[in-house]
């Protein structure tokens, strides 16, 4: 169900010049789509939600620009290497003014559409940013046990003049007691809302996100069942915990999507491993690399989450 009173939506809605001239040069190519956990992109405001390292003394402005500095720096090397991300899929962002800031501080990204939206309580939302004109946007409640839920973002993009339903996920940590219990009943949810999407005549879903579970989990088993393709199901690892690589990163795409009538055509997905966002695990010469984790105490690193991205034609 959606329960507006429970969550914050904040769209940015840019000039209709904008959007056709971005749709004009969409067309013309290629593009990536990209999923990105940042951990914990927090602003310097205190609002009273932050954990705690991110409040003063621990958190200024000072290392909050610094934060800003250092992610967009990942945005360009993903651009320089890879190519210029037309839809992003982030997860832990504080708040829209964050998401706000991260664009301002990141000209490689160009002019993008940001959305954000969290659960008042909570310390951090789901944003993502698009170059596609966004023409709907929808939250779902995923709580149970009366939680402070993640809401799960449904957003309507309008592409080549077809809706393309791009939903956005962050689902409870692995940590959380009842989070098996709480990440299958978001899946639920979203598979749900999927059948509903279908029986009013939409086809074209991405489902990308955080999804706080391995690829093989049986917990996917509703969106396998309605046909839905995982991407990066070859993929091994996008987080190092405790001595495991878990793909906890995916991106599911509808059959329809893969279809000659699809407003993209569908290329390669992957894991973007590039130099700085990855560290040695130990001293040793021979230690194998691992995501460097931002450590806010530090001000090091970058994220937990390597970035995943999908190449898509025009």
Not at 29 to 34: D, F, K, P, R, V
Request: aromatic residues 10%; charged residues 20%; neutral net charge.
């Amino acid at each position: 169900m959606i329960k507006k009173r429970y969550f914050i939506i904040k769209i940015g809605l840019l000039l209709s010049l904008f959007v056709y001239i971005e749709l004009s040069r969409l067309q013309l190519g290629s593009a990536i789509i990209l999923s990105y956990n940042v951990q914990n992109l927090f602003d310097d405001i205190t609002t009273g939600t932050e954990y705690n390292e991110f409040t003063c003394p621990n958190w200024t402005t000072r290392h909050y620009e610094s934060r800003l500095v250092s992610l967009s720096e990942v945005f360009t090397a993903i651009k320089l290497h890879k190519g210029r991300p037309d839809l992003i899929f982030l997860q832990e962002v504080e708040s829209a003014e964050a998401l706000a800031a991260l664009l301002k501080a990141t000209p490689a990204l160009g002019r993008m559409q940001p959305v954000f939206a969290k659960h008042p309580q909570a310390a951090i939302g789901l944003a993502m940013l698009s170059r596609y004109p966004i023409t709907q946007v929808e939250l779902l409640d995923s709580s149970l046990f009366n939680t402070i839920s993640r809401p799960i973002m449904v957003v309507h993009l309008n592409i080549k003049g077809k809706t393309v339903i791009a939903i956005n996920v962050h689902l409870p940590s692995q940590l959380n007691p009842d989070g098996q219990i709480t990440r299958a009943a978001a899946i639920n949810l979203i598979a749900k809302k999927l059948k509903d999407l279908q029986v009013s005549g939409f086809n074209y879903f991405m489902v990308a996100g955080d999804f706080n579970s391995d690829n093989s989990d049986e917990l996917f088993g509703p969106l396998l069942e309605l046909g839905l393709i995982n991407v990066l199901a070859h993929e091994t690892g996008s987080y190092y915990f405790r001595g495991n690589w878990q793909q906890l990163d995916q991106i599911y795409l509808s059959p329809a999507l893969f279809e000659r009538q699809s407003p993209l055509k569908i290329g390669r997905a992957n894991n973007i491993r590039l130099a700085p966002l990855l560290t040695p695990l130990n001293d040793d010469e021979d230690s194998y690399l691992i995501p460097f984790r931002f450590a806010s105490y530090a001000m090091r690193g970058f994220s937990d989450h390597l970035p995943v991205m999908l190449h898509i034609n025009y």
